[in-house]
């Protein structure tokens, strides 16, 4: 008992609790200790008990403050503490007898402690249980380097811990100024630079779980949003002034990763969403990813640093302005086609101008870190393309009951609506489609002079088809669109926003409102710019947009008798027909029909040949592959509950062979007889089923892997 401890105990209005507390802390093993009891300006007898037990042990020294909240309290505690070790414990709490010893013991075990943990029996005074139970135990046993994953495992409470005060000292650690998460700050900083952990597993602190205690206001409150930021702002601040960024820059990225799930806490506000989800996105901006080991947190934390910020500010776009020689291009794409959309890319780079600067903006709707990476190594390559990645998860997230997925589409076609607050320094910017190519420069689109029209876009020559020749279609325009036919119907998959116009007349909003009353859109985001666009719409022709699926449609009886009909179908078919064959015209193709997916389709080649310069060539090449051969492996069908044996010409032993070929290449062959049917790809046998009439062997690469027996009544 050489070595002094001072146990700092704040209080307010806790008369019920306070004796109790004292008594353990008087009765404890270890003797060496004072007691400084930091009244937090109670009006009830909290501080005449304190006197009380001050007059009988002259250890107990009572400081009097008006009310400024427990860090604060701490604080004043913390100035007048003479031991060498520190200590706190909550005036409703209480320790067990051999707490100090214990502790003391385990600080002083090895001299690289610095930092000493024990366990708690939680005690609940209304029946309830917390939900953070297991968080406020702790179950470890022995010393521990406190690397920075180890660093995180340490709960954040003040009361299990005993920590050295010369430390304290030497980095000023004290508590912020702040009613909640003043206690994590605390913890954060002096973990940070601490050398190792001594833990146990004895409980030898209670720990009283109550009404109207700091910790039950704390969980009705739920999160206290600006705290929570000047918590992490001020730990950076430490690590800064400290020079402890590279030995804690993930133990940082972990707090900042909590502060973004607390963003999306369902019980909070939107505009403390939106205050919390801005500070967030700031302070993760000081974080390197490139020194985080760990591949989840450096996943968040790169997701983090390029999200949307519902401060409506966009740091990685702010300083750059519209300029004549600037062409800003966006993309709203997620991981189902950020494959695709390397390929459009590709076609944009062939085709680029020299002489101009292209500002590629990709809004990430759930991109992962290694297809983003793939992206920014084939723009890296070209000086006058940048590149920018956003994340609009919060945004789409914020709006899902709007933004309904359906068939193909997914809730990444709604990003075009964001993009009047995401590009707020450019007056025009150009949206495409990731299933497009484009063989001309985008660049001639930014010379259009929009003045009052609100968007450039082509006309869907299939769907002002389908409206003219279908009463159903004509209906659906008319009632629920509210669109006549001199309203010409765009597509949307290729776009020229006149953002000045969309900003100052908030159509976005518009467009998201209609989303959000509305229900029964074909095209949802499609439908609703045409809707609130019609009569501002500067109509480009076909060659800008020339759609696959009105090719598809060309021939149908519908489509003659209409075309019949309309001087002006007749006109855009005409015009269509001159794009179709054109060598310049932007190709897209639309509906479910992709070149990815139908490589022998009409004008795939073209997709193709972009394609197999981006590094995503051979995952479509297999992707492909790997289809095709999952819809010719099963050769039996069930039916009335029994496999039966497909038809197959037995008699004279018919063998079929299949064969897939892509560009020229024979990829997937199949040869089946009446016993076996081989698989080979790329000229390798890769897998057989052989057959008789009870039973199926299956083998993968010459190896069996199971036997299928089959039994008829």
Known sequence: MKEKVSIIVPFYNTEKYIGICLKSLVEQIYSNIEVLCVNDGSTDNSKTIVKEFQKKDKRIHLLNFDRSGAGISRNHGLKQATGKYVMFCDSDDFYKPEMISGMVNLISADEEVDIAVCNCTLQDTNGTQRRDQNYLQNDKNGIFELTQPTKRTVNIVLWNKIFKTDILTRFGIKFINANFHEDENFVFKYISISRKL?????????????????????????????????????????????????????????????????????????????????????????????KINNKKIREDIFRIQKSYIAYRQFASLAGIKQ????????????????????????????????????????????????????????????????????????????????????????????????????????????????????????????????????????????????????????NYFKKKLSLETSNFYVNSGLLVFNLKKWRSLSIHEQCIDLLAESTGFILPDQDVINMICKNRIHYLDQSWNCMQHTMDILNDKTTIRALSESLFLENLITEYNMAYDSSNSVLHYTSNKKPWNNPVMAKAEKWWIYCKKTEFYEQILFQNTSRQIQNHLIDFKLNNGQFERQAMEIADYTKVMKNYCLLGLSVLKIKTTAENRKYYFLGIRFAKIVKNVHRKKYYIFGLRLFTLKIWKS
Not at 230 to 237: G, L, T, Y
Not at 415 to 433: A, H, Q, W
Request: contains cysteine; hydrophobic residues 35%; glycine residues 2%.
């Open 323 to 474: 300029t004549k020689e600037r062409i800003p291009i966006v993309f709203a794409c997620d991981d189902n086609y950020v494959k695709y959309l390397s390929v459009t890319l590709q076609s944009i780079i062939d085709n680029a101008s020299q002489n101009k600067s292209y500002c590629i903006i990709v809004l990430d709707c759930g991109i992962k870190q290694c297809f983003i990476s793939i992206i920014e190594k084939q723009i890296s390559k070209y000086k006058n393309f940048s590149l920018h990645f956003i994340s609009i998860e919060t945004f789409l997230q914020e709006n899902k009951q709007s933004f309904k997925e359906k068939d193909y589409f997914t809730a990444s076609i709604y990003g075009r609506l964001l993009i009047p607050e995401i590009c707020s320094t450019f007056d025009k910017v150009i949206y495409i489609d990731t299933d497009m190519i484009f063989r001309r420069d985008i660049s001639e689109l930014m010379l259009l002079d929009l003045k009052d029209d609100y968007i450039a876009a082509v006309i869907d020559s299939k769907v002002e088809i389908e409206r003219r020749g279908d009463p159903w279609w004509s």
């Open 198 to 290: 001594n833990s146990t597993d004895k409980a030898f602190y209670t720990y009283l779980y109550r009404d109207g205690s700091l910790s039950e206001e704390t969980s009705k409150a739920k999160v206290h949003v600006t705290e929570y930021l000047k918590c992490v702002e001020d730990f950076s601040i430490f690590l800064e002034k400290n020079s402890l960024w590279d030995r804690n820059n993930q133990y940082f990225a972990e707090a900042i990763i909590y502060g973004s799930y607390l963003a999306h806490h369902k019980h909070l506000s939107k505009k403390s969403k939106q205050i919390l989800s801005a500070g967030i996105h700031s302070l993760s901006q000081k974080i390197d990813i490139r």
